[in-house]
């Protein structure tokens, strides 16, 4: 044999042992996801069958989804003590005049709104689960704080802060989501967390009524009701900063073969899991991308309505002639009405695999709504239908969730999920800022303004919603011929959608190797730039 095709040879197989070729894995590896990382140092042929899958599944539900549940509720239940406290006696005891009080509402969304950017980037810096610990500790502080705020000045500053650390909910869940559920999974994920909106008007409407039969000679009932709900969220906060894992990749719940085996079941999604660079590069297509003010204008459109009757629903039911306590009771069944609406709607875009039907189904209710209440007359002999009006409004918490769903289904990327995340959220602050705006007590019991203007909104949400439909099923047909131009078929089967039975017959899965296809699913790949990613309508 030639001795130099022989050195040739040995420099062929060490090359991969050089100093050169390491930094370039290193370096390649750094600008992809961790699961990219944790993948790679497997030795093992991976292999997700459905017997591993709802193991995994169910270990995550359990450990993770309650931890969400809980803050959630918390969250929904700090934002309304607000809505409670109305009812018995803050705006005449802080002396609230004017639009003193529609400012308390809309202060929160306004910090929100600043602190989304701040957000989006400690998201993808920051340990997720620890981040969330301090925000839920911090926004209970605050909350607690709140019973010594004597006047408008004093509240208007502590719902600022209370904005400031909330702000970081729904990012951070929506993150979370994305980063533990495949695609298929997340909508009635997305659904539950958000459900505890509607738990929170029942439960809390409770906890409202019981603790304001409390008679205190140092403190007011509303002064009760923020103290009580401000220390149980410092509580909870621990089990969150403890309890909560980063990511799939840190699981402490998980051992080493099941994160394999959880971060391999996500391969599908296209997505990626988790990563901690920063690119600038997804900052600026999350902003060119049409999708993404889809999103936008979607989530505005909801959350003006939302804005107003989070924070006007205890006045508008008291319109009707019904007591404090009365008010606050019949706000249970406006809750029931929003668990069911919420886990319907997202029970509805499961099982159709398509979340545009299932939002324009949830936009009737309300409409019908909206029109009862403008045209009844607001008198005790109407209380009946005037609630049943009401009622049918509070279908709308069931549309926000799907929107994270769809926005988040169809955006990959780190630093891009985290960005458009972002942009989303500061269209629910600015709309929810509006929201509150649109109604004055002045214009008790008929609010006439303020509903005129969300029945328009709804109208223009099903036009958004169709607008959005049709530029995702273009995006799919443009994906396809540039898979086809590539040598690619362009037909891919969306296996992250898929339920059990439908992957068990699916012949997509590789039984050799074990692989479900995917080769850029955790490259830090954006979808635009992905041809293999498949977008959800």
Known sequence: MDPSSSDQKNNVETVEDTPKYQAFETENLANKDRAAELLQNSHERIFVSEADNKRILRKIDLMVLPIMLGVYF?????????????VFGLVADAQLKGQDYSWLGSIVYVAQLVMQPIIAYFLVKLPTGKFAGVMV???????????????????????????CFEASVAPTFVAITQMWWRRGEQTNRNASWYAMNGVTNMVGSLLAWALGHIHSSALHSYQIIFLACGLLTVLFSVIVFFFLPDSPVDAKFLNDHDKFLAVERLRANQMGVVSTVWKWEHVTESLLDVKTWCWFALIF???????????????????????????????????????IATMGGAAFATWTKKKGPALLLLCIPPIVGIVMLLCLPHDKANRGPLLVGYYLISFYPGISPLIYSWSSQNTAGETK??????????????????????????????YRRGLISNLCLFIILIILIIFTTLWLMFLNKKHANKRQQ?????????????????????????????????????????????????FVY
């Open 137 to 163: 500790f911090c926004w209970g502080v605050v909350l607690s704080c709140m019973c010594i705020a004597k006047d408008f000045k004093g509240l208007l500053a502590a719902r600022f802060f209370l904005g």
């Open 417 to 446: 999920k985290k960005t458009t995340t972002a942009m989303l959220f500061i269209g629910q602050s600015a709309g929810n800022i509006i929201g509150p705006h649109l109604y004055t007590t002045a214009e008790a019991p008929l």
């Open 486 to 534: 590539l040598g690619k078929s362009a037909v891919v089967v969306d296996r992250s959608m898929m339920n059990a039975q439908e992957r068990a017959v699916s012949d997509e899965v590789d039984e050799g190797t074990g692989r479900e296809g995917g080769e850029k699913a955790f490259d830090d790949e954006t979808d635009l730039k992905n041809e293999d990613f498949i």
């Open 301 to 339: 459109s909801i959350s003006i309505p939302s804005g107003g009757v989070t924070t006007f629903g205890p006045l508008i039911v008291n319109s009707f002639g019904f007591d404090s306590f009365h008010t606050i009771l019949l706000n249970i069944p406006f809750g029931a009405v929003q668990i």
């Open 74 to 86: 918390l969250q929904q239940l700090d934002k309304s003590t607000l809505s409670y406290a109305s």
